[in-house]
Structures are given as C-alpha cells and as structure tokens.
C-alpha cells in the first residue's frame, strides 16, 4: 500500500512532482536537510511534518512562521489526512492520495476537508530540562548598555503587509525612522537576496545555525560565541551572537527577561542605545526583536531564550553605510534557527495594579499570590470533581505566576507557580484535545445525540465564553441538526 500512497507538489511555474509516502517521518521545509525542500522565503526550515503510522498519515506544522494550512484552513494540532486534501506551505501546494481503506466507515461524512485531531499522547510536547547547573556566563556580552524603553523617542512604524490568507505576516524587513510618534520595528514584504552560506554551531552548549553572506570572515570577540566581519568596501558589517547559561531562563517570560537584560546593561562602557524592541516570530522562535544605535554603529538584532539559555543576535554597520545593510540584517536574522525546538516558556507580564502593589504592598501581594497558588492546587486536586476545575486551575498558577514575577526579587513561590501552570496548561491541552477529537468523531459518525453531549461538555470545560475553545465548541453547535440546538 506504501507505494500507492503519495503526494503531488505543485510549485508556481514547475512542473509537478509526486513524493512517496513510505512508513516513517517525512520533513517539508526550506532547510537543505528537509525531505521536501521548498525554496522560498515564505516558508521555514522546518515547515511542517507528515508521520506516516500503517493506513493513517499524520499532518503536524512545526511552529512555521506562516503556518501550514490544510484545505485552506490553519492547523493548530497533530491532523489526520485524507484522499484529496490538499496542504499549503507558503507558494507550494501538496495534494495527498492516499488509497480508500477497505475498513473505512463509507458513509461517514466530511465537511470542507474536516480532520481529526491526534489523541493524547501523540501531540509531541518538550518541557525545559531543569539540570543544577548554575549560572556560567554572568550577563550577556558584559559592558554593553541598553536604554530604558521610556527613552525612545520618534521611533515610526511602518505598515505590515500580510500575504493573502495568512494571519501572520512574513518575508519583511524592518524600517528605522526617527520620525513620528514612539513606535516599534516590523517586518517590511520586500527582501534582496543574499548570496549566502551556512555557519553551524553544534557543541555541548549550543546549536544553532545561521545564514550569513559567503564573504564574510570569522573574527575574534572574547566575549561573543561567534564574531563575522563584512569585507571593509561592503561598509564592515558585522555579526555578534553573545550567551549565557542559567538556570532561571527556563522559567523566565522573554518580556520579563529582556527587561532585566536592560537594567542589567544599564551604566556599561559599551552602551547599545535602544530604539525599538517588539515580541515576534522569527523562523519558529519566539524572540525579542531590537533596532539599536552605538556610537558609530547602528544595526538590528533578536533575543531569544531556549531553555537555560539567553542567546543574543546583534547585525550592525557603521551608520553612513546601514541603509544598504538594513535588509541584508533582517534576512539574516531571519535565518537564525534553532536544531532542536525552542523550549520557552511565556507569560503576560504583571499588569500595572500588581507592580503597584509590589511595590506599596510587597506582603500582601505574596500572600495573595500564595492564595492564588493553594487555590490552583486545590483545583488540581478536584478536576475530576467540576470540569472547569482545570481550567481553573491554570487561571490561578497563572495570576500566582504574574504577580511573584512584579516583585523585584523573585521567591520560590515563582518557581512552583510556573513548575504548577506549565503541568496544568500541558493536561488542559491535552484534555481539550481529547474532546475535541471525540466531537469530530461523533461528527463523522453522524451519531448527532453523542456529538450534541460531547460539545456541552468541552463548553463546561472552559467556562470562560471568550475563549477560543469555547468559541469552538459554539461552532460545533451550530454544525448539529436544527432539532439538536437547544
């Protein structure tokens, strides 16, 4: 059966090529290590992975930039696939034929390409390893300053351009003005191409890889992991990755991290003067994207946290000679990726009344958060007993989360609300997707009466009606017969 089954890739503009689906894990993505290779800048290293498991292929995206679409729709979970449904990765256009199961249900009934979501267990979920290795670079790039974000001034944004059908934009680059209003930097639609070659590092500390223009030479810098110089007539760009290890990344929001990067920074020789910072999504991290001057330089940069690790990306140039350098800077930072996935963990930051509080009050906020943190237990405890009961619980390791973060030395309690929330989230997902998985199923079975039950109980599983899944579950509702909607 393996050799029938298979996927034809439709590119722009090329003839079409059909690809095997054997038994085992298939890669889609831009990287040169993809099984699939998608050249094009609208579509990440690693897109997306198709797992083929007997007669059922499983459709997951990896966390791609633009995301994967299935029969025109975003997945957001591990999906089953059918015959004829068609994936979309950027330009690329795949269509699966898989034969008809002799044991499949014939009369089951599909709705626009409809699939079924991967059962617990199967959905691949990577906690931070929390090893008692302590803190082994002290902070990053020592002697470098970064100003408060209340110094920026006449920073202008430009405006984002999306690609059709895509909720995420992608392929931008980012403009610096000095004009206008406080702002912050995003990506612009256009890029020029970089004649580029691959630098990898792969140790027992980091690995990671980046695409930088191949006439670029290797320097020294004491302090960077990785030093690159630009020849000297291309106006001396340069790259600096800088990095430290310790074992509070792993449990520190990237809003919350890069604002103690900066009052850490704060008063060094080397100042880095900040102009704009805005949270993204670059290649498939999450990371603090920076635009900075020095005193001669100006450039762009990311932050990102992986784990225990806090890695800093800067590009720069003089700046007489930055303009031609701006977009090669972004493409470049584009390209930082990660070989394994990012293990990052990201929370609201502490809203205005709890950083008050933290600082008036400092005892009652600790002991409302440790009222919070007994009250998530206790929901832990009963989520057999209420359905909303976990999604309860979640709600108060989160605000217990939030409100230790505001204080300006962080307690243990920090540590086990986060340890608590990041269990909790992990079985609410896991739950949710369970139920949703039997409500498609109902759906396919036409077995109507289970389907209406099984909506009511994942909306009773998240009583909050602004929530996305309980704004699902409606959705389902309203799929059911006239009758059943009541």
């Not at 792969?202 to 110089?229: C, G, H, R």
């Not at 584009?334 to 070989?339: A, G, N, P």
């Amino acid at each position: 059966m393996d050799a029938e089954r298979k996927l034809i890739l439709q590119l722009p503009g090329q003839p079409e090529q059909e690809i095997r689906l054997a038994e085992g894990t298939l890669t889609i993505g831009r990287s040169r290590s993809a099984d699939v290779r998608i050249d094009d800048g609208g579509v990440s290293r690693i897109h997306c992975t198709l797992d083929v498991q007997g007669d059922a292929v499983w459709l997951q995206d990896n966390n791609s930039s633009a995301g994967t679409q299935l029969n025109g729709k975003p997945i957001s979970a591990k999906v089953s696939l059918a015959d004829t449904d068609v994936i979309t990765c950027g330009p690329a256009t795949l269509v699966v034929q898989i034969p008809p199961v002799a044991e499949a249900d014939e009369g089951a009934e599909e709705e626009g390409g409809m699939t079924r979501m991967a059962p617990p267990g199967m959905a691949e979920r990577e906690a931070p390893p929390l090893s008692e290795e302590r803190d082994t670079g002290g902070m990053l790039f020592e002697g470098t300053r970064m100003l408060d974000p209340s110094e920026l001034r006449g920073l202008k944004a430009s405006e984002a351009k999306p690609a059709a059908g895509k909720k995420m934009f992608l392929g931008t680059v980012l403009v610096l003005a000095l004009l206008g209003s406080a702002g912050y930097f995003i990506w612009s639609s256009s890029q020029e191409e970089v004649v580029a070659a691959d630098v990898d590092i792969m140790n027992n500390d980091y690995s990671f890889q980046i695409t930088l223009p191949d006439d670029w030479e290797a320097v020294k810098d004491d302090e960077a992991i990785l030093a690159y110089q630009g020849p000297s007539e291309a106006g001396s760009p340069r790259l600096r990755i800088y990095a430290d290890r310790n074992r509070d990344y792993a449990y520190t929001p990237i809003q919350v991290g890069f604002d103690e990067l900066i009052n850490a920074l704060k008063g060094t020789p080397r100042a880095l003067k900040l102009l704009g910072k805005k949270k993204m999504t670059v290649q498939d991290l999450t990371v603090m994207f920076i635009g900075y001057l020095q005193p001669e330089r100006q450039g762009k940069g990311i932050l990102l946290f992986n784990g225990e690790d806090r890695i800093l990306v800067l590009c720069d140039a003089p700046r007489d000679g930055y303009g031609q350098w701006s977009e090669k800077f972004t493409t470049i930072l584009q390209s930082f990726t990660l070989f394994r996935p990012q293990q990052t963990f990201d929370i609201e930051p502490a809203d205005k009344a709890m950083r008050e509080q933290a600082l008036a009050r400092p005892k009652e906020l600790m002991a409302e958060a440790q009222r919070q943190f007994e009250l998530g237990t206790e929901y832990m405890r009963s989520r057999g007993v209420q359905l909303a009961n976990l999604y309860r619980a979640v709600q108060c390791f989160s605000t217990a989360a939030r409100m230790t973060s505001a204080l300006s030395v962080r307690p243990e309690l920090y540590e086990k609300a986060v340890g608590e929330l990041l269990n909790a989230e992990a079985l609410f997902n896991e739950t949710v997707t369970a139920q949703l998985f039997e409500i498609k199923l109902a759906y396919r079975q036409r077995d109507y009466e289970t389907m209406y039950w099984e909506v009511h109980k994942l909306m009773q599983m998240v009583p909050e009606k602004a929530n996305p899944h309980y704004q699902e579950a409606l959705q389902w509702l309203r799929r059911l017969p006239k009758n059943y909607q009541r």
